[in-house]
């Protein structure tokens, strides 16, 4: 295990923008971790802990440590409470799609709608990511992880993850606490497909007695369709979380706006997609400089080459002002930005 100093991070996160850490250090082995974390704490580094960078701003040079999480291993058992279920551990460092991909050829199913999510099975559980109707909580049985408090490893399992909407334990109260070294999934072992979510009933190839194999190749297709490779241009996904209002505020909305769309939620409440808000404010294909907003899918904001994670910010900044004086709606970040702004988005 070694320590790099001053270590470039450009082509760390997905949004390729410019920065370094003061330390980077690779984590492959589960037993080198506390030695780094014991490591750091007597230097009283802080702690960053990396992924694929795909759901991370770099807004500068990131003081103290960065772990770079690359932990591989994927491993099966049956399932003892269903046969017709496989039990799929991952090591945090795998790459998110290839173990899509991988489960999908092995028969074990219920990833198809969450193919091409880039970045890592170990960030999969933070955001709880999801896409097409499915999230990654439909199928999670336990995430592994490393206290950095109790300095021991842990076990939660899905009803203790607080997973919500983008949302879950390790955004929260777990946050700086938990760092992630293995993820358990039920998969079945029975062709099963999800198809109910609107985009893929528009798809052509969408039928309800579609194979895995079909509903993983729509998913793929419509992800290449809409959303910017970052090896082309640099983003990070959906940048803004779709807000969620309360029921009267919505009316309201719809009162000035009757083409405003909105998803149910679990409880009243209704959830707008932020990218109907961004894109009716004006905001698709706007550019400032080097960086600008998607011009194909308003929720993303891109580098176009050169920008600097401040020149995303300050975009991002305008478009939330703007939407809220629009709408009276202030859109949250689903990106994390690194290191943490002092005065928010
Ligand atoms: C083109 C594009 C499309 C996307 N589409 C979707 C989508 O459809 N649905 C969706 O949900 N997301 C989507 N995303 C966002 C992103 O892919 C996911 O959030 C992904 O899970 C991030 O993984 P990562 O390894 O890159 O995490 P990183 O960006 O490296 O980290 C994200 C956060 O997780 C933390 N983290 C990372 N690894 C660990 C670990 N082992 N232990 C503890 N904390 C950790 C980091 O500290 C950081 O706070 C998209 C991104 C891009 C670029």
Redesign the pocket.
């Known amino acids: 295990m070694t320590w790099q100093a001053d270590a470039d991070l450009s082509t760390l ?2 949004f390729g923008v410019p920065a370094r850490a003061q330390w980077l250090c690779s984590i492959d082995q589960e037993d080198q971790l506390p030695v780094a974390l014991q490591q750091a704490d007597r230097k009283d580094l802080p702690v ?9 701003l770099l807004l500068a040079d990131v003081p103290g440590l960065v772990l770079h ?1 690359q932990l591989m291993g994927i491993r099966h058992q049956p399932d003892p409470d269903d046969s017709n279920a496989v039990l799929v551990t991952a090591g ?2 795998e790459n ?1 799609h290839q173990l899509v991909d991988y489960c999908l050829h092995k028969g074990w199913h219920g990833l198809e709608n ?1 193919a ?5 099975v ?3 559980p ?6 097409y109707g499915v ?1 990654l909580a439909d199928v999670l049985v336990s995430v592994r ?1 490393f206290d950095t408090q109790s300095v021991q490893v842990r076990t939660l399992d899905r009803d203790d993850c607080q997973f919500g909407y ?1 949302d879950s334990i ?2 929260q109260s777990l946050k700086q606490q ?4 293995s993820v358990t999934l039920r998969l079945s072992r029975e062709p099963r497909t999800v198809v109910t979510y609107p985009a893929l009933l528009q798809h052509p190839d969408v039928s309800a007695d579609m194979s895995p194999q079909q509903l993983f190749d729509v998913v793929c297709d419509i ?1 290449r369709s809409k ?4 090896a082309v241009l640099g ?4 940048f803004f979380r779709n807000p969620v209002v309360s029921p009267d505020a919505y009316a309201t909305l719809q009162a000035r706006w009757p083409d405003i769309p909105a998803f149910a939620t679990s409880t009243a409440d209704v959830k707008v997609p932020a990218a109907w808000l961004i894109d009716r404010a004006g905001w698709k294909g706007v550019r400032r400089g080097a960086v600008g907003v998607h011009d194909k899918q308003a929720l ?1 904001l891109v580098n176009h080459g050169g920008g600097t994670g401040q020149q995303v910010l300050a975009l991002a900044r305008e478009i939330v002002a703007s939407v809220e004086q629009t709408f009276g709606v202030r859109l949250q970040p ?1 990106v ?1 930005l ?1 290191p943490a702004p002092e005065s928010g988005l």
């Open positions: 996160t997905t960053t802990v990396l992924g694929g960078g795909s759901n991370v999480m945090a460092g998110w969450l091409l999510i880039p970045g890592s170990g960030a999969s933070v955001q709880n990511i999801g896409a999230e992880y983008r390790f955004k938990a760092i992630i070294l992800r959303l910017p490779a970052p983003n990070a996904g959906s993303v689903e994390c690194v």
